[in-house]
């Protein structure tokens, strides 16, 4: 069964910490996903990889495609940053089109 | 542009009721798919489409169904609606195959109570 796998759960941070969340994926991808979803529930793109590492202001994500792992860091974490973070991957074999997903890790910075 | 729109926003629903939730795109996508979000889980994907005309079951179809009469629209419907749908609906798009390297777009979402 293909599955997404994410870690932690929960993270809380304080302000200006260094955020690190994990995905691990159990067979072959053509592409990695991260999204935000806020707490009004809407879900937007933040990266999008296939290979090596992505940075956009603050964020960072990066891939290895022998340990099928992926990490997304957030430097100098801000209160504004608190949201769910989910990973997805797009298989690159069979099956139904569309994104597998992992359950999120719901982050909080607090002030 | 607006990009992936869904209605309604809120819904609730009695035992065996029926509803459709729409879903509309402006970007001229060719793919749309239908998610549902469950407390704790990972997104499920329950019907997908790859034009106008053409539509395939995801994981979690049972109980639904949808259509896809033309490239901007595909509406999902609800049938003798189940307490086990309650959920939160998601909407998205994407101008290629997600198993390619191709950006998904997620609508707002549709948090629908079933009683």
């Known amino acids: 069964k293909n599955e997404v796998e994410q870690s932690p759960q929960n993270l809380t941070a304080q302000e200006g910490e260094f955020i690190t969340i994990n995905c691990s994926y159990s067979?072959?991808?053509?592409?990695l996903h991260w999204l935000q979803q806020h707490p009004g529930g809407g879900i937007v793109s933040l990266f999008m990889?296939?290979?090596g590492k992505k940075k956009h202001g603050r964020l960072i994500a990066t891939i290895n495609i022998q340990e099928k792992h992926s990490s997304l860091h957030i430097t100098a974490s801000h209160p504004r940053d608190s949201a769910v973070y989910i990973c997805?991957?797009?298989?690159?074999?069979?099956?139904?089109?569309?994104?597998?997903f992992g359950k999120g890790t719901h982050l909080i910075i607090q002030p | 542009n607006a990009g992936v729109t869904q209605t309604p926003k809120f819904r609730i629903l009695k035992i065996g009721q029926s509803m459709t939730l729409q879903c509309t795109q402006d970007?001229?996508?060719?793919?749309m798919y239908w998610y549902r979000q469950d407390p704790g889980m990972g997104l499920k994907l329950i019907y997908y489409?790859?034009?106008?005309?053409?539509?395939d079951k995801g994981e979690v179809p049972n109980g639904y169904n949808v259509s896809r009469s033309t490239t901007e629209d595909f509406p999902l419907r609800l049938e003798l609606a189940a307490p086990s749908q309650t959920s939160v609906y998601f909407c998205?798009?994407?101008?290629?195959?997600?198993?390619?390297?191709?950006?998904?777009?997620f609508g707002p979402g549709t948090r629908l109570t079933v009683l």
């Open positions: 990889l296939s290979s």
């Open positions: 067979v072959g991808i053509s592409a």
């Open positions: 997805a991957v797009s298989y690159s074999g069979g099956g139904a089109d569309g994104l597998t």
């Open positions: 489409s790859v034009g106008a005309g053409i539509t």
């Open positions: 970007m001229n996508h060719n793919y």
């Open positions: 998205a798009s994407s101008l290629q195959r997600a198993t390619l390297y191709n950006e998904q777009f």
